[in-house]
């Protein structure tokens, strides 16, 4: 009895699996260690996030990233070099799926006011619904040390020839100064970061005129930035 009782257990907890982690039926192939290994990474991966994001970097330690995800020490350095390669990858992580969040709400057809506008918003709904990975990404990653900040001057330098296309739709683009993409980046960044802290960026329409201010109102003027914001609340 004691026996069945345990074969009982096993396949109920067998049943708790992913599928792909599933025991495999005889004359099925196995499952291929490359499948287990990005199995193992994404469950890292999405346990750092949060460590990170609610412990901070710096006081953050492998030991607490293993107990998070569930896994061994050995398990984790088989996965990634140490806390700053963790940190890395949620931050590329993060950064992808935001980037792919936007686009995939762009009105593509729309001249690029319209367009900046919309990318601005899905932004900020993003930043609410997932603030702690919103804070990984804008504040944790200028703690995380050199190849970090590295790696967020990448994203900013990204953006700057997304932002010059408002000035190629500016009535006075003469006389904008050369580096003002670079400067209202860094402007909106900041912004960003300390409504963040604050625990400010729950709602996105209550910070989209001031986003657009910040963002576009340089390039297209008050009125226009105005209509942008109003056009784009929701309904």
């Known amino acids: 009895m004691a026996q069945i009782g345990a074969r009982i257990r096993y396949a109920a907890w067998m049943g708790t699996l992913p599928e792909h982690l599933q025991p495999i039926a005889v004359g099925q ?16 991966l999405a ?22 995800a569930q896994i061994g020490v050995g398990t984790f350095y088989g996965l990634f070099g ?10 590329e992580r993060v950064l992808a ?21 919309s990318a601005l918003r899905t932004l900020l709904v993003q930043i609410a619904a997932q603030p702690l990975r919103a804070r990984l990404a804008l504040v944790e ?21 997304e932002l010059a296309r408002a000035r190629e739709e500016s009535p006075f683009a003469a006389e904008l ?3 003002l993409e670079e400067a209202v980046i860094g402007g909106l960044l900041w912004y960003l ?38 056009g784009a609340r929701t309904p």
């Open 141 to 161: 990653v200028q703690t995380a040390g050199p190849p970090a900040l590295a790696r967020y001057q990448q994203t900013i330098d990204r953006l700057i020839p």
């Open 29 to 44: 192939r196995p499952l291929e260690r490359e499948v287990y290994l990005e199995h193992q990474r994404d469950r890292v």
């Open 97 to 117: 799926d935001f980037e792919q969040a936007v686009r995939a709400a762009l009105p593509t057809e729309a001249p690029f006011p319209e367009q900046a506008c």
């Open 82 to 91: 140490g806390k700053e390669e963790c940190f890395l990858a949620t931050y």
């Open 193 to 230: 970061q300390q409504r963040l802290l604050q625990g400010e960026l729950k709602n996105p329409d209550a910070h989209l005129e001031d986003v657009l201010e910040i963002a576009l109102e340089p390039f297209l003027g008050p009125e226009e930035t105005a209509r942008l914001a109003a």
């Open 47 to 68: 346990a750092a996030t949060e460590v990170f994001a609610k412990r901070g970097y710096r006081a953050t330690t492998v030991d607490h990233i293993v107990v998070a």
């Open 177 to 179: 100064p050369s580096r």
